[in-house]
């Protein structure tokens, strides 16, 4: 199992940015996949960012351009840098990590707020 602990959420005006990190540690030679998810309230969790073990990553069409979701190998921490924020971007955010088999991990979850 992969222990997930997410930073650096907050409260920003619209137009701001934030970085968000997720460190890992456990068996992190089983992830296959991380990725950043955002629930906002009262809709389904969704994926907004997330980058394979081979170093591609895909992003939800409502983020791209605004949002960048790198890694640190060395420090085994992920990171979503989130740019132009908007107030539609307010949810709380989560670090996911998926295992080969599927598995998957999540962090306790960090909270966005944009206002307008």
């Known amino acids: 199992q992969v222990q997930l602990v997410e930073s650096g959420g907050g409260l920003v005006q619209a137009g701001g940015s934030l970085r968000l990190s997720c460190a890992a540690s456990?068996?992190?030679?089983?992830?296959?996949?991380m990725g950043w998810y955002r629930q906002a309230l009262g809709k389904q969790r969704e994926l907004v960012a997330a980058?394979?073990?081979?170093?591609?990553?895909n992003y939800a069409d409502s983020v791209k351009g605004r949002f960048t979701m790198s890694r640190d190998n060395a420090k085994r921490t992920v990171y979503l840098q989130m740019n132009s924020l908007k107030p539609e971007d307010t949810a709380v955010y989560y670090c996911?990590?998926?295992?080969?088999?599927?598995?998957?991990?999540w962090g306790q979850g960090t909270q966005v707020s944009v206002s307008s």
């Open positions: 996911n990590a998926r295992a080969w088999n599927g598995f998957d991990s």
């Open positions: 980058i394979a073990s081979g170093g591609i990553t």
């Open positions: 456990g068996n992190i030679f089983m992830m296959n996949s």
